[in-house]
């Protein structure tokens, strides 16, 4: 069964950083992509940033330039560095795994979450 566990989450003032991290139980290698999401009270899930299989990275207009989202498939573990933080980075923030599998009745897509660290941004 694939788990996906964060940490790393915390309280902050705003101008600072935070590191989260993300424990992975299977090699990466098997995702079509892993991902940063958060949720605001009130609000949907959102997508933070993306590492597709071929490598590319794509983040949100809201984080481009402050949140880096990195990968070590040594350790199954993905991190995302958030760096002059702001009260509307407020959120629970989750890591997610996307796999593609393929059987005798086509390709079946899986979405697996980790349970969230909360990080709250102070002004």
């Known amino acids: 069964q694939v788990q996906l566990a964060e940490s790393g989450g915390g309280l902050v003032q705003a101008g600072g950083s935070l590191r989260l991290s993300c424990a992975v139980s299977?090699?990466?290698?098997?995702?079509?992509?892993m991902a940063w999401y958060r949720q605001a009270s009130t609000k949907q899930r959102e997508l933070v940033a993306v590492i597709v299989s071929g490598g590319t990275t794509n983040y949100a207009d809201s984080v481009r330039g402050r949140f880096t989202m990195t990968i070590n498939n040594a350790k199954n573990t993905l991190s995302l560095q958030m760096n002059s933080l702001k009260p509307e980075d407020t959120a629970v923030y989750y890591c997610?795994?996307?796999?593609?599998?393929?059987?005798?009745?086509?390709?079946?897509?899986?979405?697996?979450w980790g349970q969230g660290t909360q990080v709250t941004v102070f002004s």
């Open positions: 299977i090699s990466m290698h098997s995702a079509n992509s």
């Open positions: 997610n795994l996307n796999q593609l599998v393929a059987t005798r009745n086509g390709v079946e897509e899986y979405d697996y």
